[in-house]
């Protein structure tokens, strides 16, 4: 063989492997450009909500805004507020896999934790683990308070049993509620 001949066979295997690195590197950056692009749209970004933002229900008359929620990007709480108007209370009951925060924003109220009364009032802090029998009562102030649970599960309770604004109530038994309360882990006396 003439060196020319050599050295055309040499020049094309080498033209041969810069292709063909050339295509698998851009294989390799398409692919991450692209797992990049998809890991930012499903990575949770963090949210900055005003009072009246977030997934608006309407809980026996007052208001129920979830802030935060696996449906919004956390996966492993739910954040919400819930206005409790005068003389509603909320019924004494529990969570079986659920531990849940209050912070009490505005009013007064009698927290029943355990059967044990406790008065509250704003800025007040309340933490139950799960299995524990707790509720509210306020028989003539309205109780305004943020409210945490991990893992999530309350808000999909609140979304079954609350209605959209200007949707009326459903009238239910309390074997009813208790029914639905028991989907999401939850069980009313």
Same mark, same amino acid.
């Given at each position: 063989?003439?060196?020319? /001949?050599?050295?055309?066979?040499?020049?094309?295997?080498?033209?041969?492997?810069?292709?063909?690195?050339?295509?698998?590197?851009?294989?390799? /950056?398409?692919?991450? #450009?692209?797992?990049? +692009?998809?890991?930012?749209?499903?990575?949770?970004?963090?949210?900055?909500?005003?009072?009246?933002?977030?997934?608006?229900?309407?809980?026996?008359?007052?208001?129920?805004?979830?802030?935060?929620?696996?449906?919004?990007?956390? /996966?492993?709480?739910?954040?919400?507020?819930?206005?409790?108007?005068?003389?509603?209370? #909320?019924? +004494?009951?529990?969570?079986?896999?659920?531990?849940?925060?209050?912070? +009490?924003?505005?009013?007064?109220?009698?927290?029943?934790?355990?059967?044990?009364?406790?008065?509250?009032?704003?800025?007040?802090?309340?933490?139950?683990?799960?299995?524990?029998?707790?509720?509210?009562?306020?028989?003539?102030? !309205?109780?305004?308070?943020?409210?945490?649970?991990?893992?999530?599960?309350? !808000?999909?309770?609140?979304?079954?049993? /609350?209605?959209?604004?200007?949707?009326?109530?459903?009238?239910?038994?309390?074997?009813? #509620?208790?029914?639905?309360?028991?989907?999401?882990?939850? !069980?009313?006396?």
């Amino acid at each position: 063989m003439s060196p020319l /001949a050599d050295l055309e066979r040499t020049c094309c295997a080498r033209a041969s492997r810069r292709s063909l690195l050339l295509g698998t590197g851009g294989l390799l /950056a398409g692919s991450l #450009i692209a797992s990049n +692009v998809e890991a930012e749209a499903t990575t949770p970004k963090g949210l900055v909500l005003s009072p009246h933002e977030g997934e608006h229900l309407i809980q026996r008359g007052g208001n129920v805004f979830i802030k935060a929620a696996p449906t919004n990007g956390s /996966a492993n709480l739910a954040l919400g507020t819930q206005q409790v108007l005068a003389g509603n209370g #909320i019924p +004494v009951h529990r969570h079986f896999e659920m531990d849940e925060a209050f912070y +009490v924003i505005g009013g007064s109220a009698t927290f029943i934790l355990n059967d044990v009364p406790h008065p509250i009032g704003e800025g007040t802090t309340i933490f139950i683990p799960k299995n524990v029998w707790h509720g509210f009562q306020n028989p003539d102030r !309205e109780l305004n308070l943020l409210w945490i649970v991990s893992p999530p599960g309350l !808000e999909s309770l609140f979304r079954e049993l /609350a209605t959209r604004p200007g949707v009326p109530p459903v009238a239910r038994s309390k074997d009813q #509620i208790n029914a639905i309360a028991r989907r999401y882990g939850t !069980e009313f006396r």
